[in-house]
């Protein structure tokens, strides 16, 4: 009796979603009809204009660093030439098309995702959200996009193919290409795409309907048995949505297949061209098919292996396995699937993902208010870094350099595993990260220099003469004239000091290249100059000085 009494429950709770999700459904897609014309004129008119705009800009600029470097021979520099004009051709149009299926598809899911939002537990008034959310926000968020896109291509591009122009060529002497080898490469570059790409697409092809029909498999069972993704209630209408849209999900993987066969495919030159033999590009080129292969049956949860072989590829052994197609043995995860009774509604301990950069620039805007007041900074330099004048540097580079110093120094006094906030209370470490690409490049060399200021045991006046540094080192004029303190009497010292502040400014340099940085600076600038007009106003003293007892009292 207990089978059919189950199986009656099941239907019920069937039953009983369906006209919920469905009227989600069409409340949303009909907000989305009316917000995405508005998002869409925004991401296509707004980007568009910035990639064309600057485009011509971008090609003189790639074009002149690329022959003043000094890093190049003469030879390497012809090659690259050749080698960029036709992705700087492609990028205005592939930018454009871009821009509008993107603004189309989040036009459109914006507002869904909203109206399925507003449902979730803990929501008052859930009615009125279901209205407003996705409304205004998904508006918001293309305004914010075009916005960041513009910071990175006005400031993020320059910056960076700068510095690149400007650095100098490595011990072992100038960067060279072998033109032999490297016409061998681009030969068997091209094989590779020619055997890669049409295989992979076929294997793809091949496993699709598989992938398909096994997810519908598994979202149908788990809606009516109200498990996994369907077990809380707030997750629901989400899951509604995966089922109508995972043919979408399988469409983009095809994609994703054809495009990893393109790279992979071309990838077998580097291979020949590192190897300096054609013969090992070749086995790469049949190696990655079978690692391709291998792949999909783990991902799909099907037999191990594949029948395509596998040859090797290196002459050193150990580069093969550690190269950039790294062993896909079945993971515990595939063998172990995690128990689907996990509740949503426990409190995850990972972080959001802007969490430091909130952190970082919450620090820096009351530093900056202090100084300023005090006079450690003037006025003028932060009008100066709003401008992106280089008289600014202080303010756009040594400013948050010095907070990002203060964040490690705190972590490292107390003793921390990662990184302790501007609260001193939530630690960002390996463990809660967000997986976000922002942490993949700045998390280990940032805890990695935490160790070092913890290994160097600072006393208070020298961590107070290495934050001075570190504030002042991107602006030399202005370091020599200011009284910084003491430095210590040791030589080493000294240099492992200044070290250690040049690769502060570096990484912060680094993080200004960073799609949010800038408008989140420009918004802790402003935050800043407005505080000290209201304190002006209220009789509050503020000095205008550059210097202050800040540089003196030491």
Request: glycine share 8%; aromatic share 12%.
């Amino acid at each position: 009796m207990d089978l059919p009494r189950r199986i009656l429950v099941l239907l019920w709770n069937f039953i009983c979603f369906l006209p919920l999700f469905i009227g989600l459904l069409i409340f949303g897609v009909l907000k989305g009809l009316i917000i995405g014309p508005i998002v869409f004129v925004i991401l296509t008119v707004g980007n568009s204009a910035i990639v064309l705009g600057l485009w011509p800009a971008h090609a003189v600029w790639a074009y002149f660093c690329l022959f003043s470097t000094k890093q190049l021979w003469v030879v390497t520099k012809l090659l690259l030439f050749i080698l960029v004009t036709p992705p700087l051709a492609v990028w205005p149009v592939f930018a454009v098309l871009v821009s509008i299926a993107g603004s189309i598809l989040y036009g459109l899911i914006g507002p869904l995702f909203g109206t399925l939002k507003a449902v979730s537990e803990g929501r008052t008034n859930k009615f009125l959200h279901c209205v407003t959310d996705g409304t205004w926000d998904t508006i918001k968020g293309s305004l914010i996009f075009v916005r960041d896109l513009k910071d990175v291509c006005l400031y993020s591009y320059f910056s960076a193919t700068n510095d690149l122009r400007k650095q100098e060529p490595p011990p072992e002497g100038k960067i060279e290409i072998r033109a032999l080898y490297a016409l061998m490469a681009l030969f068997v570059g091209l094989i590779g795409f020619a055997f890669d790409f049409p295989m992979m697409t076929v294997i793809a092809a091949v496993k699709s309907p598989y992938m398909l029909l096994r997810g519908w498999q598994r979202l149908f069972h788990d809606c009516i048995g109200r498990e996994g993704p369907f077990l809380e209630s707030i997750c629901v209408p989400f899951a509604g949505l995966a089922i109508l849209l995972w043919p979408f999900v399988v469409a983009g993987a095809m994609l994703a297949s054809m495009l990893a066969g393109i790279i992979l495919g071309f990838y077998a030159g580097v291979v020949a061209y590192q190897e300096s033999s054609v013969y090992l590009g070749l086995c790469y080129m049949v190696a990655i098919l079978s690692i391709f292969d291998e792949y999909g049956n783990d991902v799909l949860d099907m037999p191990e292996g594949s029948c395509i072989p596998r040859p090797r590829y290196r002459r050193n052994a150990g580069l093969q396995s550690s190269s950039s197609t790294p062993s896909v043995s079945r993971p515990a995860s595939f063998k172990n699937p995690l128990s689907r009774s996990i509740s949503f509604t426990t409190p995850m301990i990972e972080l959001k993902p802007l969490v430091f950069l909130n952190s970082l620039f919450e620090e820096c805007r009351r530093q900056g208010e202090y100084m300023v007041l005090e006079g450690f900074i003037s006025v003028k330099e932060i009008d100066d870094a709003k401008s992106g004048k280089a008289t600014g540097r202080v303010i756009s580079i040594g400013l948050p350099a010095y907070c990002l110093f203060q964040t490690l120094l705190r972590s490292a006094k107390a003793d921390s595993d990662g990184i302790l906030l501007e609260d001193n209370v939530t630690e960002l470490n390996t463990a809660n990260r967000p997986k976000d690409m922002f942490y993949d490049w700045f998390l280990n060399p940032l805890l990695v220099m935490k160790d070092q200021i913890k290994v160097q045991n600072l006393t208070d006046l020298e961590a107070e003469y290495l934050g001075k540094l570190v504030l002042l080192g991107g602006d030399v004029e202005k370091l020599r004239n200011s009284n910084i303190g003491p430095p210590p009497e040791s030589e080493r010292r000294r240099a492992e000091f200044d070290a250690l502040a040049r690769r502060l400014q570096g990484i912060t340099k680094s993080i200004s290249r960073y799609p949010t940085y800038r408008r989140r600076f420009e918004n802790s600038m402003k935050a800043i100059s407005e505080e000290l007009d209201r304190r002006n106003t209220s009789g509050h003293r503020l000095l205008s000085g550059p210097e202050s007892t800040f540089f003196s009292n030491v």
